[in-house]
């Protein structure tokens, strides 16, 4: 699959009214970790993600009536205000997928869009907020060209479209475990889009997400910036190994309702996150001391009380740590009384198991 699998048309008359279309797309959290990418977006690994439920982007998108063609030109608001740095982005991600939505040099844009997470909390927001556009392009595509697509090709066509402004965001296209990546153990998965887990245990759509919030300042490294650290990396070979098991034996775990595999595996890929930062050429450190005093208290408390509680982290600080809904109840008083006890920040996000993507309007 390429741009041209997903032919994009010119308007044959001009806009004569806007058109505005809306969009609320969720986060979600990498269990199997995408780390290096390689070409126009395109994974060194396959990673697996939950989307999650109560993080996410509003975004709508309008298309105004324009006299010339020309170059993308684009009004950015983001909670509510103009912001440039943002809008710079967008309008070079817009810019760059003129070839499957060629209308975008046709029409004036305005784009709207806030998260129902802090921005400043540090909870990375490109997964969000770029599914939640590529949701919008793929709908006024609808109404402007009439192109009309079944819902799985709408869905495989946004997360297409969301991978090429941000890799993990092809992910939220979907509701709960995705993949993203080519995987023998899961037919149809690509690197292009990502895919849906269809077979899992119903245990596993009880999972939640606290994330205990260390630290909310913007993070010394980006993402961007981490992913072209996997270059020449010396543990790139071994890493594209792990990464294809872990992938292979979560989802087996998932499917089964393994959930001592899960907590190891997802575990070890972001421990594995974090080790490919500190050992590439130039090395750096996301966690903070107080990321590895909590992450320690967790496999600690896991081994004296046998709950089914594990943590993954990001690219930062803060710490997602994973539980089940039957023990919410003794989690919650945990995260009180001894993880965020001592915590400057003392803040929490609780998130869960996410039905996708829904649209507005
Ligand atoms: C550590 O998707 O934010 O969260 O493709 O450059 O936008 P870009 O990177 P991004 O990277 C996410 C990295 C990660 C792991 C993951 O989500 O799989």
Known sequence: ????????????SALSE????????????????????????LPVNSSLSITLSKAFTETSLTALPRKTKGS????????GTQNAAFGERMTKYLQSVTDIFPWLAQVN????????????AGIASSASAFSALALCLCSLDTEL????????????????????????????????FTVWGKSKALTGSSDLLAVPVTE??????TLRDSILLVNKKEKAVSSTEGHKRMIGHPFA?????????????????????????????????????HALMMTS?????????????????????????????????DAGPNVHLLYFEDQIEQVNKLIVEDLLKNNEQNMRIDDFYGKGPVKIG
Not at 109 to 120: A, G, I, R, V, Y
Not at 200 to 205: A, G, N, T
């Open 200 to 205: 899992f245990h119903p245990v596993f759509s």
């Open 281 to 313: 050429d130039e090395g750096f450190m996301l966690m903070y001391p107080e990321t590895v005093r909590i992450i320690n208290r967790i496999q600690e408390i896991r081994k004296e009380t046998g709950l089914d509680i594990c943590f993954t982290l």
């Open 72 to 79: 993308v030109d684009l009004d950015f608001w983001f909670e």
């Open 145 to 176: 060209n009439g192109i009309m697509l079944d819902e799985t090709e709408f869905r495989q066509k946004a997360s297409y479209v969301a991978r090429l402004g941000s890799g993990s965001a092809c992910r939220s296209v979907f509701p709960g």
């Open 109 to 120: 844009l305005k784009l709207e869009t806030h998260n129902t997470f802090p921005h400043s």
């Open 1 to 12: 699959m390429t741009n041209s699998d997903f032919p994009g048309s010119e308007l044959t």
């Open 18 to 41: 806007p058109i505005t279309v809306s969009w609320q797309s969720p986060s979600n959290i990498a269990l199997v970790k995408y780390w290096g990418k390689t070409g126009r977006q």
């Open 237 to 273: 070979e071994a890493r594209i190994k792990q990464a294809t098991k872990n992938t292979a034996d979560l989802l087996e775990a998932l499917k089964s309702g393994d959930k001592k595999t899960f907590i190891r595996i997802v575990e070890n890929e972001a421990l594995t996150l």
